[in-house]
């Protein structure tokens, strides 16, 4: 037995309260290392005549990679607290205890017995569970970049190429009003909005004013009027809020720059020295950041004497351990929800604010609306933010990132199934299933461009996104063929001319959204993955199974199906029924069964 590969620890990934009463234990072992793995847990103060009152169950292998297992049990507990061990079996019958302290191998009744090396789950605390909305995991979202989305009355042609950062296309908040149908029809349930908060430039990530729209997409009441508008269309609605940082020309840090160690909001930024500016200024108050000969002002030897978003001067960051900051940001999060009624928030660079400040968004935000929904923009492995006490979810690139480098060939199947199953393996349940789940944003290539603006290749990056647990995102334009490299390309405006739409790949997403909708099984977490050099795999739920095959090659494919798998299966994207034990398909293409 590889006793390297054994990995457990309570309270985290490998040991979480799923629910009030159930807590998910998981076990990693090397592949293959073990027989059977046992679980021995009971409550750490029933006892009675005959000793310790205690159960023991068999774990189940849930998830392998190349080189790990992970065993899975659920357990119920009665009074909200349990002590556990893994009793291990390994090939050649000889068994072994894995405990919080050590490994005990060939294990005497008082070794099995003894509770000071279990592993703990003190007590189940009902506040500390995460209580996000039950609505997320069935919503499907668009994520609209607002400039460029639509506008009867553009300032710059929509067919203007290429685009910069800089430009405003006019698209503005009466526009997307006009389009709630549109949304409607594809099958949305939940627009994501880019900031819309006054601010100088076309994306609004520098903003100057929290409480204002920017005037360029309305009026507030034009907000109000869209919010009114999307519900009634049972549609949700979620802005972007930018509380890392803010706009230079915020009226607090324009306070710091005229007053230095004088201003009242000097503790509101990070301040690194006075006087905070070692720049010059342009005719608009903002840096002025080259001479006129293009030499740099800020360089090695004169750095900003303020933090920032990354290294940009127009982007202050916030202090949010600073008494103003708290109370302007809690602010702006209960204003929009309580008076404009809006359904959540997208928290821009969350991973740089601080997990206290967090914490203080979420209860305010749960304070003014008990159903809001707050995700993170987080790249990477986010358990320390999703613990219950700060957001709901992240957008998911833990699962973009395989999805990308796979359907681009950059790795190979069995390292995209092991990654799968490692994200799957390590990311709690009651967490995967409020994932917000994307392929691009306007921080990325866009997914046919990635894709090498190959249709078919799209349609199964797609495909694998809706068959994942989570919320499904698509970013404007995505379902109409917009394609775009990375940023300003990405941002292209949005195609509105049916000629020039790729109307058959927006009937494809709309069938994937409605399919989503009718089958519980698109949800589930789990693909139970099929041996071979073909993608495919099952999922299963009270009896009904759905088999996914997919070609991601650039050759024609025959998939034999097993004794278990050949049956009669309903196709979802053909609606006939027929006997299946093989399975033929073109390049780049895919087949979804059914049956009951």
């Not at 090939?91 to 070794?111: C, H, M, Q, W």
């Not at 520098?206 to 034009?222: A, L, M, R, V």
């Not at 968004?361 to 986010?382: H, M, V, Y």
């Amino acid at each position: 037995m590889n006793i390297h590969a054994l990995l457990h620890r309570s309270k985290s990934e490998y040991a979480y309260a799923y629910d009030e009463s159930r807590v998910h234990l998981t076990l990693r072992t090397a592949r293959n290392d073990l027989k059977e793995v046992k679980l021995i847990y009971g409550d750490p103060f029933e006892w009675n005549k005959n000793g310790w009152v205690y159960k023991k169950e068999k774990m189940v292998k849930r998830y392998q990679t190349s080189d790990f297992d992970y065993y899975f049990a659920e357990v119920s507990l009665v009074d909200l607290r349990v002590k556990y061990i893994f009793s291990l079996k390994d090939n050649n019958g000889n068994f072994s205890l894995y405990g919080a302290k050590r490994l005990v191998t060939n294990p005497t009744i008082e070794d099995t017995f003894n509770l000071s090396n279990y592993f703990n789950y003190p007590y189940i605390n009902y506040e500390d569970l995460h209580h996000s909305p039950k609505w997320i995991k069935d919503t499907t979202w668009y994520q609209i970049f607002p400039d460029r989305f639509y506008t009867s009355d553009p300032k710059l042609s929509f067919d203007t190429y290429p685009v910069r950062n800089n430009q405003i296309f006019g698209g503005n908040l009466k526009g997307i009003m006009e389009k709630i149908p549109y949304l409607k029809e594809l099958g949305i349930t939940g627009i994501y909005f880019t900031p819309i908060f006054e601010a100088r430039t076309a994306h609004k990530y520098d903003t100057i004013d929290y409480f204002k729209i920017d005037p360029s997409f309305g009026t507030n009441e034009d907000f109000k009027m869209l919010v009114e508008e999307c519900h009634k269309n049972n549609i949700r609605i979620m802005l972007d809020g930018v509380f890392n940082h803010c706009g230079f020309l915020h009226p607090y840090f324009l306070d710091v720059i005229k007053n230095n160690e004088n201003s009242v909001y000097k503790n509101s930024f990070h301040i690194l020295d006075y006087p905070v500016l070692n720049f010059p200024l342009d005719e608009n108050g903002e840096p002025k950041l080259k001479d006129e000969l293009g030499n740099h002002y800020l360089n090695e030897d004169n750095k900003l004497n303020y933090r920032t978003f990354a290294y940009t001067p127009f982007m202050p960051k916030w202090n949010t351990d600073d008494i103003y900051t708290k109370i302007h940001l809690n602010e702006v999060i209960r204003y929009w929800l309580e008076e404009y009624n809006i359904d959540g928030w997208r928290l821009d660079v969350s991973n740089e604010i601080s997990h206290d400040f967090l914490r203080e968004i979420k209860k305010t935000a749960r304070k003014a609306n008990p159903d809001s929904f707050i995700l993170g923009e987080n790249w990477d492995q986010s358990l320390p933010w999703l613990l219950g006490d700060q957001m709901d979810s992240v957008m998911n690139y833990d699962l973009a990132y395989p999805i990308w480098e796979y359907f681009e060939h950059k790795i190979d199947l069995q390292t995209f199934k092991d990654i799968i199953n490692t994200y799957l393996a390590l990311t709690p349940k009651n967490v995967i299933n409020n994932m917000f789940n994307l392929i691009d944003s306007h921080d990325t290539v866009r997914i046919l461009r990635r894709l090498k603006d190959n249709k078919d290749r799209v349609k199964l990056a797609y495909l694998f996104m809706f068959l994942s647990a989570g919320a499904p995102n698509i970013y404007y334009g995505g379902e109409i063929g917009l394609t775009g490299n990375h940023d300003p390309d990405n941002r292209r405006p949005m195609i509105w001319d049916k000629d020039k739409q790729d109307l058959e790949l927006f009937d494809f997403i709309k069938k994937l959204i409605t399919l989503r909708n009718n089958y519980e099984v698109f949800k589930l977490s789990d693909y139970n993955f099929i041996d071979g050099d073909v993608l495919a795999f099952t999922k299963e739920i009270d009896g009904k199974t759905l088999l996914v095959v997919i070609n991601n090659s650039t050759d024609s494919i025959n998939f034999n199906l097993n004794e278990n798998l050949s049956d009669t299966y309903l196709n979802l994207f053909t609606n006939k029924t027929m006997f299946y034990d093989k399975i033929s398909l073109d390049k780049y293409k895919f087949i979804l069964l059914y049956k009951e």
